[in-house]
């Protein structure tokens, strides 16, 4: 068999003999993108590799892969890369693993870049996978802090076990040292049209009838729940006492422009799908504001949510474990203070999200009696 | 007939596993060791292609002698065979140090049993949680991988097509390619079964084929263990509980409650940063 003989010599890989790994410099971030359109956390990486790029006082790279999208290498100036390297070719629209591996091989084999990092989504996770076993070189999953110390060695940490612990990982061994980063974790410079930058073209590694895979279709799940993206998450817990609880968070989520997550407890009984569990055996998000409703905080929820920029808890019980974890802790019925909550935001987008009149904290001054 | 291997792990259930919270470290004990419910799914997915089209399942697992009871499951489940590849030399393996004594295994067992049409990975491990020896396995092999699938619509072993759903963030691609292909199992994949009672005393019985190094001619002894694992943990920490402040809003009522918190949430950077500011806020 053909493949058979083809295989068997690529399992090994590494190619031996020594290489010169001072002649890697820079920080490489692979953007990835869907149809043209790039994923907000390529740019949030290119926000946290800029920091790490000045403290090795090494270039930013970009590494744009597609069809139609010279406009992303554009992109990744104005977010802060120095060189953007672009592979724009027909056949590289849909991603596929190996025509996207080749053409990011060589790359990094030729431009030799001491850090390569990429989102930590399905595709950047299927990608790097690859790319680390072929160089081969060291590579971190699910990175949610990233530094480099004096001798140029980057610090890529991650939860272990069930986001109990944090781990930094190290490889001084090869180079580029690789990571893969959570979406959500680290913050995009903002993006700046007067930045300049070089673009280098890159021409396809393999030829459309060398590449074995085909895309028939993308069926886009507009309903699909992304915790693990959202930006704002409205969880509901036992406290909610039956689906129809559920409404009044959707309510709020909806005026947000959130998503609506759960506790286990409530998945379990059916109030709710599977897909909004957040915590330790469903998602584990970092959205910028979260409100746990009727939820009591058990750890093992806790360890799904807790790095959530903002939280606030509503709860009648004030001694919930929840709200020692909270930045905003308001304790009684929920289904008052939600539909409250719903309305008050609604006044607040209506006057352009200026501070209400009847704002609590506005009374500052006392007003004198009779007036 | 095809014949199917799949790639499975025996993990402690890290969901099980607590925090010491005087010595902040991992009480491991009486964590179970479990197969790692992600390898089940493949092993279903392969046992159900068994039962449509006929295939020979074996089952292989990288790991310390005791985990022959995770290979005894998966035969009692319906696989045909089970290897553990066991040996000292290769402790301490970090995720390209396993995917080349996995994709050595393989070779081996296609040597034994014939060529391999499929691999199954699950989509990643309870601990080693990357998902990063699935692909490794694939471009070891030089076989085409489908990551994250949730479905196998279509497999034809006369074609020798197969049609996949994967899953992604934001939709399912339908993916068509050619065997023998690697696959990463969600759990959406399917349901994993029980063992029926022949199967029981089958697995009970059964001793798997255990293989290490010496078993490998050309094994490179620079690639596998510690020494073939490029990536070093240098350290590890409990993080601390997040450390708040917590504002208790106590307002008379209800509204006065939700206005406040909007107060609150306005006085911080949440609005710049959710895009809430608008010119409609006035400066000064
Ligand atoms: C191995 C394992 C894994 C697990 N994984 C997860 C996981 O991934 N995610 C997860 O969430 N859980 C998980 N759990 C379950 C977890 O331990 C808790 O059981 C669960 O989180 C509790 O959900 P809850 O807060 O909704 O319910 P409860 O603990 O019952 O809390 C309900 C809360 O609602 C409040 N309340 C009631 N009525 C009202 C009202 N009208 N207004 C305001 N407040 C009200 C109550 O005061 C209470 O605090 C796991 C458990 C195990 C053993
Ligand atoms: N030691 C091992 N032996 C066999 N298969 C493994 C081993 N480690 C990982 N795998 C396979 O690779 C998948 C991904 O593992 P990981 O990259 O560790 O998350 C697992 O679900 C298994 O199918």
Redesign the pocket.
Known sequence: MAEQRKRKPMIGLQTDGDVDWSEYRGVMVVVEQRAGQAKPVSWQLLGEASRLAKKLEAPLMALVIGSDVHHLAQEAIYHGADKVYLCDSLELGPYRTRPYSRVCLHVIRTYKPEIVLMGATYTGRDLAGAIATHLPTGLTADSTQLDVDEDRLLLASRPAFSEKMLATILCKQFKPQMATARAGVFEALPRDESREGEIITVAPQMSVDEIATDVLEFLEAADRVNLEEAEIIVA??????GPAGFAVLEELAHELGGVVG???????VGWIGHEH??????ATVRPKLYFA?????????V??MQNSGCIVA????PE?P?MKISDYAIV????Q?VPAITKAVRERKAAGWAPSPFSATRQEQPVPAGQ | MLHIVVCIKQVPDS??IRIDPKTNTLIRQGVPAIVNYFDLHGLEEALRIKDEHGARVTVVTMGPPSAEKALKLCVSMGADEGVLVSDRAFAGADTLATSYVVALTVQKAEQEWGPVDLVFCGKQTLDGDTGQVGPGVACRLDIEQLTYVEKVEHLDPKTREIIVHRHLEDGVERVKAKLPVLITALTELNEPRRASLPGVIRGTRYQPVVWTTNDFEDIDRSKIGLRGSPTIVSKTWVPDPRAVNTKVLEDESTDAAANHLLDELLATDLPQKLGWVKEAVSVG
Not at chain 1, 236 to 241: A, D, E, I, K, P
Not at chain 1, 314 to 317: A, G, L, P
């Open positions: 509901g817990g036992r406290g909610l006492g759960a506790s286990r407890a409530v998945v379990d569990q957040v915590g330790q055996t469903g409703i009727g939820i009591s905080g058990a750890v093992q929820h360890v799904g509503i709860n009648k019980d919930a929840i009684g019925d929920l289904f203070i | 969901r099980e």
